[in-house]
T-cell receptor
Framework: RKEVEQDPGPFNVPEGATVAFNCTYS??????FFWYRQDCRKEPKLLMS???SGNEDGRFTAQLNRASQYISLLIRDSKLSDSATYLC??????????FGTGTRLLVSP | DAGVTQSPTHLIKTRGQQVTLRCSPK?????VSWYQQALGQGPQFIFQ???????QRGNFPDRFSGHQFPNYSSELNVNALLLGDSALYLC??????????????FGQGTRLTVV
């Protein structure tokens, strides 16, 4: 079983749509949780950290459920520029990032 | 601030050869981690260097080795290259002096092709 599992997609949505991504992680010792964004053939970049209380950054909302070992990302009012791969990430050990395979999002006009 | 820089950006090697990839961390960062990203996969943790020592290691064979220099820059060496080593190699820098949630910044990566 993979340590972090995500639906690889692709998710094809029209501009303005709301889309949700989920991931699950297997190691209950995971310490920190993040969503990274990766554009084609580029490096991953931190999108946002994820907390149990939930956190929002503009059109993006992330949520962590430690009991279910489940992380979510909600994107509202999708833009063309949101097209990318979204990587679910947990940390095991100090700053050892464990990535999911990523979920590909395609936003169309 | 130059951010995290990696060299070279692209590299083609032959099976059995050896390769060295280089990484300069972001200013103020003292920890360097290396990741391998195969096509269609998420990055996989190779190892992490702090204070010139390997602190953590992922599930990679001994053909993968590294080094960190006193200026915090780092090298990743891969011996006896296999076709399966073809991937994007990413370097991430961070600081152990901060909290555990210190953001890791990635370099643009080195795309290695083994033929």
């Amino acid at each position: 079983r993979k340590e972090v599992e995500q639906d690889p997609g692709p998710f094809n949505v029209p501009e303005g749509a709301t889309v949700a991504f989920n991931c699950t992680y297997s190691n209950s010792a995971s310490q920190s949780f993040f969503w990274y964004r990766q554009d084609c053939r580029k490096e991953p970049k931190l999108l946002m950290s994820v907390y149990s209380s939930g956190n929002e950054d503009g059109r993006f909302t992330a949520q962590l459920n430690r009991a279910s070992q489940y992380i979510s990302l909600l994107i509202r009012d999708s833009k063309l520029s949101d097209s990318a791969t979204y990587l679910c990430v947990v940390t095991l050990g100090f700053q050892k990032l464990v990535f999911g395979t990523g979920t590909r999002l395609l936003v169309s006009p | 601030d130059a951010g995290v820089t990696q060299s070279p950006t692209h590299l083609i090697k032959t099976r059995g050869q050896q390769v060295t990839l280089r990484c300069s961390p972001k200013s103020g960062h003292d920890t360097v981690s290396w990741y391998q990203q195969a096509l269609g996969q998420g990055p996989q943790f190779i190892f992490q260097y702090y204070e010139e020592e390997e602190r953590q290691r992922g599930n990679f064979p001994d053909r993968f080795s590294g080094h960190q220099f006193p200026n915090y820059s780092s090298e990743l060496n891969v011996n006896a290259l296999l076709l399966g080593d073809s991937a994007l190699y990413l370097c991430a820098s961070s600081s152990l002096r901060g909290s555990v949630n210190t953001e890791a910044f990635f370099g643009q990566g080195t795309r290695l092709t083994v033929v």
